[in-house]
T-cell receptor, first 115, second 118 residues
Framework: AQKITQTQPGMFVQEKEAVTLDCTYD???????LFWYKQPSSGEMIFLIY??????QNATEGRYSLNFQKARKSANLVISASQLGDSAMYFC????????????FGAGTRLFVKA | GAGVSQTPSNKVTEKGKYVELRCDPI?????LYWYRQSLGQGPEFLIY????????DSGLPNDRFFAVRPEGSVSTLKIQRTERGDSAVYLC????????????????FGPGTRLLVL
């Protein structure tokens, strides 16, 4: 069975500092994809970053980077130079690449950016 | 171009009633997903369509839930004999199919339908 675990219900960070949001996963699929989404208070889900299980390098998208440690089954999101607009819920998700496109989400981490 | 749209944005119904929730995906997206998000939780997968067929409906909680996509574009999620526990935000997402030109590893989400069962 697939599982995503986000152990931080809430996180605080000072504006302009970096923050790491934790995500661990479990899967028996040999090939899978890992995602991070942002959900502001308005409710829409916004795609941030993707990491394939066979990608050699950690994914980066602007201020977002994914710290992928395959042996530890972790896929932490690093947000650099935090901005007030980064305050939102952040969800880690996984999709196995065999047997369909079912995507499993974690419970989320609420990030608060302080001025 | 237009994003994923969902109607209605809010739906209030009484226990035992039937409801239909509609999703209009991004034009050309062959993959369509339905999720349910309860308060304070992450989205929970319900069903995945590839074209007109349900390729994976393993997330539907019981036989009161059913979804269709008859022409491979618009999809309708149908809930019979609604229960108070069905209250949640129902999210729809769409994407291209791997191999299609322009494919990216992401799903594009709609704004959701907030369902309240009294």
């Amino acid at each position: 069975a697939q599982k995503i675990t986000q152990t931080q219900p809430g996180m605080f960070v000072q504006e302009k500092e970096a923050v790491t949001l934790d995500c661990t996963y479990d899967t028996s699929d040999p090939s899978y994809g890992l995602f991070w989404y942002k959900q502001p208070s308005s409710g829409e889900m916004i795609f941030l970053i993707y990491q394939g299980s066979y990608d050699q390098q950690n994914a980066t998208e602007g201020r977002y980077s994914l710290n992928f440690q395959k042996a530890r089954k972790s896929a932490n999101l690093v947000i650099s130079a935090s901005q007030l607009g980064d305050s939102a819920m952040y969800f880690c998700a996984m999709r196995g690449n065999t047997g369909g496109f079912k995507t499993i989400f974690g419970a989320g981490t609420r990030l608060f950016v302080k001025a | 171009g237009a994003g994923v749209s969902q109607t209605p944005s809010n739906k209030v119904t009484e226990k035992g009633k039937y409801v239909e929730l509609r999703c209009d995906p991004i034009s050309g997206h062959t993959a369509l997903y339905w999720y349910r998000q309860s308060l304070g939780q992450g989205p929970e997968f319900l069903i995945y369509f590839q074209g007109t067929g349900a390729a994976d409906d393993s997330g539907l909680p019981n036989d009161r839930f059913f979804a269709v996509r008859p022409e491979g574009s618009v999809s309708t999620l149908k809930i019979q004999r609604t229960e108070r526990g069905d209250s949640a935000v129902y999210l729809c997402a769409s994407s291209l199919r791997p191999g299609q030109p322009g494919y990216q590893e992401t799903q594009y989400f709609g704004p959701g339908t907030r369902l309240l069962v009294l």
